[in-house]
């Protein structure tokens, strides 16, 4: 049993700066890959980014790469969303979801694959 939190969430103009962080419970945080999803109003949720049970590697959706990164500490149970360059089109309710399967490509992950989330922190980008 994982379970998540996230925080870092709020309002920034376009062109500026967040760092979401998603803490984890439980000796096996670093057996999951966790990933972060948005969902924006009447959308579906995407895929933005995950980070390997080491932290070794990382795979980025093609909307924000160049501009977010995403790492993990798991000496504190922590995944970190940086984000850059924020864009209007950025602004949703971020999630971090932990599971246990690794896929190749961005255009693999699914919702389906993650079995914890956290509740969600907005992000709003104002133009």
């Known amino acids: 049993q994982v379970q998540l939190v996230e925080s870092g969430g709020g309002l920034v103009q376009a062109g500026g700066s967040l760092s979401l962080s998603c803490a984890g419970s439980?000796?096996?945080?670093?057996?999951?890959?966790v990933a972060w999803f948005r969902q924006a109003p009447r959308k579906e949720r995407e895929f933005v980014a995950v980070?390997?049970?080491?932290?070794?590697?990382?795979i980025l959706a093609d909307s924000v790469k160049g501009r977010f990164a995403i790492s993990r500490d798991n000496a504190t149970n922590t995944v970190y969303l940086q984000m850059i360059s924020l864009e209007p089109a950025d602004t949703a309710v971020y999630y971090c979801?932990?599971?246990?399967?690794?896929?190749?490509?961005?255009?693999?992950?699914?919702?389906?694959?993650?079995?914890?989330w956290g509740q969600g922190t907005q992000v709003t980008v104002s133009s």
């Open positions: 980070v390997s049970w080491s932290g070794s590697t990382t």
């Open positions: 979801a932990a599971g246990r399967r690794w896929r190749i490509s961005a255009a693999e992950y699914s919702p389906v694959d993650y079995d914890y």
């Open positions: 439980g000796r096996t945080f670093n057996t999951y890959v």
